[in-house]
C-alpha cells in the first residue's frame, strides 16, 4: 500500500503555522521545483448531494475547509459535474449553504454542468444553472491569468458539435497568444479511451479539437474511480485527469454482493501551478470517521509539463506498470469462521510496488473435488487507511468437519498476478 501522510486540522489561529507535508518536501509556497507558486485550486467532481442530510454533505464542506489548511491561497474551488444528485431545488440549496458558509470571498466558485443535474424536472436544468451561479453552462473563466473552459453536458448525455466548435475558438486564441501556458478544460465526461473506465462512458466529441492543443490539461469526473488508481491520469496528444468522487467509487472485476462491499468516500485534488506553468496535482483521501482529522494525502503527486509539448509527456497508457507481480509474504494466512448465518473468509493482503487492485478466491472441497465458490473481492485500497487482512463473508455455504483447499491470488492494478496463496482448512 502507498505510504501517506495525514493531515490534521486545528484551530484558524495555528493555520497558518502548520501544513503536514513533509512527504513532499515543500513548503506551503513553492512548488518541488522550488518554483514560487502562483495558482492553487481544489478540485472535486461528483459530489451528488442528496435533497436530505448526508454524509456527502459533510464531506463536501470538509474538502472545502481543508482547501484552506492544504494551499497558500486558496484561489478557486472546481466542481466538475454532479455537484447534486439530480438537480433538484434542494440539492442546490445544499451547493449553496454549504459554499457560503465555507468559501472566502477572494476564492473563485467554478462550477462544471454534470449529467445528474439534467435529472431536474422543476425547469429546464440549463437555465436554471444560469439563473443560479450567474453564468451558462459554457463558461470561460479566468483566475490568476489562467483559464478554465467549462463545457456543460446537454440533455440525453451528449456533448455538441457547436460545443466542440465553441472550445476550438477559445482554445486557438489562447495557445496562440500563450503557447507554454496549459489550459484548464473541464468537461464531465472524460474523452474516450483516455482515463480510467473512458472506454465505457467516454465521449469523442471533444478529441478532434483537443487533439491540436497540448497544453490542454482536461479535468473529468464521472468515473467514479478511486483516486489512488494510477489510471485516472493519462497523456497522449493532450493531458487528462479524472477527478474521482466524493461519493461511491466505481471498481472494475470485482463482485459486489452486500454493504461489505460497498466502496465509498471522498476524495479529492489539490492543483498546484508555479511560476514556469509547471502544474502539480496532490491527491487526497478523507476518512469518514474523521473527516477533518484523518485525510490522508498520497505520496506520489503528478507532475504536469506542458512546455514541450507531447514530448514532455510522461504518463502514457500503461506508464505505472514495472513489470513486477504482487505476492504475499512467507507467513501470510488464511481462515474461515461462522459468522451469525454466513461463512466468511480472512486473509492477509499481498504486496507489491504496484497497488494490489483485487483478489481471486477459489474454495474447493477435497472430499468431492467439487468447486464450492469463486469470486473476486477488491483490495480496499480506496479507505485513507486500508486494512492489513480482508475480510469478506460468502456465497455459498461451507460444511462443518469438512476440508476445503482455499487459493488467493492478489491482482494489481496493471492486471499481472501473484502466485496464489494456498491453504488446507478444516472447517469445525
Same mark, same amino acid.
Given at each position: 500500500?502507498?505510504?501517506?501522510?495525514?493531515?490534521?486540522?486545528? /484551530?484558524?489561529?495555528?493555520?497558518?503555522?502548520?501544513?503536514?507535508?513533509?512527504?513532499?518536501?515543500?513548503?506551503?509556497?513553492?512548488? =518541488?521545483?522550488?518554483?514560487?507558486?502562483?495558482?492553487?485550486?481544489?478540485?472535486?467532481?461528483?459530489?451528488?448531494?442528496?435533497?436530505?442530510?448526508?454524509?456527502?454533505?459533510?464531506?463536501?464542506?470538509?474538502?472545502?475547509?481543508?482547501?484552506?489548511?492544504?494551499?497558500?491561497?486558496?484561489?478557486?474551488?472546481?466542481?466538475?459535474?454532479?455537484?447534486?444528485?439530480?438537480?433538484?431545488?434542494?440539492?442546490?440549496?445544499?451547493?449553496?449553504?454549504?459554499? %457560503?458558509?465555507?468559501?472566502?470571498?477572494?476564492?473563485?466558485?467554478?462550477? @462544471?454542468?454534470?449529467?445528474?443535474?439534467?435529472?431536474? @424536472?422543476?425547469? %429546464? =436544468?440549463?437555465?436554471?444553472?444560469?439563473?443560479?451561479?450567474?453564468?451558462?453552462?459554457?463558461? !470561460?473563466?479566468?483566475?490568476?491569468?489562467?483559464?478554465?473552459?467549462?463545457?456543460?453536458?446537454?440533455?440525453?448525455? +451528449?456533448?455538441?458539435?457547436?460545443?466542440?466548435?465553441?472550445?476550438?475558438?477559445?482554445?486557438?486564441?489562447?495557445?496562440?497568444?500563450?503557447?507554454?501556458?496549459?489550459?484548464?478544460?473541464?468537461?464531465?465526461?472524460?474523452?474516450?479511451?483516455?482515463?480510467?473506465?473512458?472506454?465505457?462512458?467516454?465521449?469523442?466529441?471533444?478529441? #478532434?479539437?483537443?487533439?491540436?492543443? #497540448?497544453?490542454?490539461? !482536461?479535468?473529468?469526473?464521472?468515473?467514479? /474511480? /478511486?483516486?489512488?488508481?494510477?489510471?485516472?491520469?493519462? +497523456?497522449?496528444?493532450?493531458?487528462?485527469?479524472?477527478?474521482?468522487?466524493?461519493?461511491?467509487?466505481?471498481?472494475?472485476?470485482?463482485?459486489?454482493?452486500? =454493504?461489505?462491499?460497498?466502496?465509498?468516500?471522498?476524495?479529492?485534488?489539490?492543483?498546484?501551478?508555479?511560476? +514556469?506553468?509547471?502544474?502539480?496535482?496532490?491527491?487526497?483521501?478523507?476518512?469518514?470517521?474523521?473527516?477533518?482529522?484523518?485525510?490522508?494525502?498520497?505520496?506520489?503527486?503528478?507532475?504536469?509539463?506542458?512546455? *514541450?509539448?507531447?514530448?514532455?509527456?510522461?504518463?502514457?497508457?500503461?506508464?505505472?506498470?514495472?513489470?513486477?507481480? =504482487?505476492?504475499?509474504?512467507?507467513?501470510?494466512?488464511?481462515?474461515?469462521?461462522?459468522?451469525?448465518?454466513?461463512?466468511?473468509?480472512?486473509?492477509? *493482503?499481498?504486496?507489491?510496488?504496484?497497488?494490489?487492485?483485487?483478489?481471486?478466491?477459489?474454495?474447493?472441497?477435497?472430499?468431492?473435488?467439487?468447486? +464450492?465458490?469463486?469470486?473476486?473481492?477488491?483490495?480496499?485500497?480506496?479507505?485513507?487507511?486500508?486494512? @492489513?487482512?480482508?475480510?469478506?463473508?460468502?456465497?455459498?455455504?461451507?460444511?462443518?468437519?469438512?476440508?476445503?483447499?482455499?487459493?488467493?491470488?492478489? !491482482?494489481? !492494478?496493471? @492486471?499481472? *498476478?501473484?502466485?496464489?496463496?494456498?491453504?488446507?482448512?478444516?472447517?469445525?
Amino acid at each position: 500500500m502507498n505510504k501517506h501522510t495525514i493531515i490534521l486540522v486545528i /484551530p484558524l489561529i495555528l493555520i497558518t503555522c502548520m501544513l503536514f507535508l513533509s512527504a513532499c518536501g515543500q513548503t506551503d509556497d513553492e512548488s =518541488p521545483q522550488g518554483e514560487e507558486t502562483v495558482l492553487e485550486f481544489l478540485a472535486v467532481a461528483d459530489v451528488h448531494l442528496k435533497s436530505y442530510d448526508s454524509i456527502e454533505r459533510d464531506r463536501f464542506q470538509a474538502a472545502i475547509t481543508l482547501g484552506y489548511t492544504l494551499t497558500d491561497h486558496l484561489d478557486a474551488v472546481v466542481v466538475n459535474g454532479d455537484f447534486t444528485d439530480g438537480g433538484h431545488d434542494p440539492q442546490y440549496a445544499a451547493f449553496k449553504e454549504i459554499t %457560503d458558509a465555507t468559501m472566502q470571498e477572494d476564492t473563485a466558485l467554478i462550477v @462544471n454542468h454534470g449529467n445528474h443535474e439534467n435529472g431536474r @424536472n422543476e425547469s %429546464d =436544468p440549463h437555465e436554471y444553472f444560469r439563473e443560479f451561479f450567474g453564468y451558462s453552462v459554457d463558461h !470561460v473563466f479566468e483566475v490568476n491569468g489562467y483559464t478554465f473552459i467549462s463545457v456543460g453536458v446537454h440533455p440525453g448525455d +451528449q456533448y455538441t458539435e457547436n460545443q466542440a466548435k465553441w472550445m476550438d475558438s477559445k482554445l486557438s486564441k489562447l495557445t496562440e497568444d500563450d503557447p507554454l501556458r496549459p489550459v484548464f478544460v473541464l468537461i464531465h465526461y472524460p474523452n474516450y479511451q483516455t482515463v480510467f473506465n473512458s472506454d465505457k462512458n467516454g465521449r469523442t466529441t471533444f478529441d #478532434p479539437v483537443l487533439e491540436k492543443y #497540448p497544453q490542454s490539461i !482536461v479535468i473529468s469526473g464521472h468515473s467514479h /474511480p /478511486p483516486i489512488q488508481d494510477p489510471r485516472i491520469i493519462h +497523456q497522449d496528444k493532450f493531458t487528462s485527469f479524472n477527478n474521482t468522487a466524493m461519493t461511491y467509487f466505481y471498481y472494475e472485476k470485482a463482485d459486489f454482493r452486500g =454493504p461489505e462491499d460497498t466502496i465509498s468516500g471522498g476524495h479529492f485534488a489539490i492543483f498546484k501551478v508555479n511560476e +514556469q506553468h509547471q502544474v502539480t496535482i496532490e491527491r487526497y483521501v478523507m476518512d469518514d470517521t474523521d473527516l477533518l482529522g484523518k485525510t490522508v494525502k498520497l505520496d506520489l503527486d503528478y507532475v504536469i509539463d506542458v512546455s *514541450q509539448g507531447t514530448k514532455g509527456f510522461t504518463y502514457h497508457k500503461g506508464w505505472h506498470d514495472d513489470f513486477t507481480n =504482487p505476492a504475499f509474504d512467507s507467513d501470510a494466512g488464511i481462515s474461515l469462521a461462522r459468522r451469525e448465518h454466513a461463512w466468511t473468509i480472512s486473509f492477509d *493482503q499481498a504486496k507489491g510496488s504496484q497497488m494490489v487492485y483485487y483478489y481471486i478466491i477459489e474454495i474447493i472441497n477435497e472430499d468431492t473435488l467439487m468447486t +464450492q465458490e469463486i469470486i473476486k473481492v477488491h483490495a480496499s485500497f480506496h479507505l485513507a487507511d486500508p486494512p @492489513n487482512i480482508i475480510t469478506r463473508s460468502l456465497l455459498n455455504d461451507l460444511e462443518f468437519n469438512t476440508t476445503y483447499l482455499v487459493s488467493i491470488t492478489a !491482482v494489481n !492494478v496493471s @492486471n499481472r *498476478q501473484s502466485e496464489p496463496l494456498v491453504k488446507t482448512i478444516t472447517t469445525s
